[in-house]
């Protein structure tokens, strides 16, 4: 057993947080929180706080990387030195630079670049405090704040994991279920159309308990839409 490993992660039908296998962590989220940005979140998701700026569009620099036909959507995912109890060095690391591109990838394929030639779009998502989920806590925050800057787009992109804890199904890993479950699948989709723009795996599942953890990642993503929808008819208002 590593160190710090519970001996069990279910206990009498129920994880150690007393959540259902299918019940997610409390989510906050608030639309327009940063006046200087062109779109804001931020997001409060179990123990992750996470905010997102987004900004565009606006003049490429350099100019080469323009695109004659369309803008570019960069996305820039950080964790701040003291979003971990381990103090993280500052400075994007490897896990950062993967994390920016499928969250990248989530998003570009609902954002109409077209409309834009010759623009960038530029999404920050600054990690304040980390509790397993960051990368749908992030992509979460980052669609809402592209909708709240008016960027043009074809559904908001809600994200949730699912995963397999002491040989169960469950959706929405904490830390502890993170740290020492034995799977994690991260899945972001476009709730209108059904298309998944993220999908990614660590650990082993069997063929049954995959297709077990994709629907429950789906039905958490559909849960999550809901509060993203929310967030912005708040500010907005409309239906």
């Known amino acids: 057993m590593k160190v710090g490993e519970p001996e069990r992660l279910i206990i009498d039908g129920k994880r150690l947080d007393g959540r259902a296998f299918d019940e997610l962590r409390p989510i906050k989220i608030e639309a327009g929180v940063l006046k200087r940005a062109d779109g804001s979140a ?3 998701w179990g123990g992750n ?15 080469h990387l323009a695109r004659p036909d369309s803008a570019i959507l960069r996305c820039i995912y950080n964790m701040a030195a003291f979003s971990v109890s381990d103090r993280k060095r500052p400075g994007p690391d490897r896990r950062s630079v993967e994390i920016s591109k499928v969250t990248r990838e989530a998003l570009e394929h609902v954002v109409f670049t077209h409309l834009f030639p010759r623009t960038a779009i530029d999404v920050f998502i600054e990690i304040l405090q980390a509790n397993a989920g960051t990368r749908c806590s992030g992509i979460t925050a980052a669609s809402v704040a592209l909708a709240d800057a008016g960027i043009p787009m074809a559904d908001l992109v809600p994200a949730c994991a699912a995963g397999k804890v002491g040989g169960e199904i469950v959706l929405d890993l904490n830390d502890v279920e993170d740290n020492y479950g034995e799977a994690d699948l991260p899945v972001a989709i476009t709730p209108k159309k059904g298309e998944v723009t993220l999908l990614q795996m660590d650990g082993n599942f069997t063929r049954e308990e995959f297709e ?22 708040k500010k907005y208002g409309g239906t």
Do not use: D, N, S, W
């Open 49 to 63: 706080k996470v905010m997102a700026a987004c900004y565009g569009p606006r003049e490429v620099h350099p100019r």
């Open 42 to 44: 931020y997001l409060e």
């Open 212 to 233: 077990k953890a994709f629907k429950l990642a789906i039905k958490g993503c559909k849960k999550v839409h809901k509060i993203q929808k929310e967030a912005l008819r």
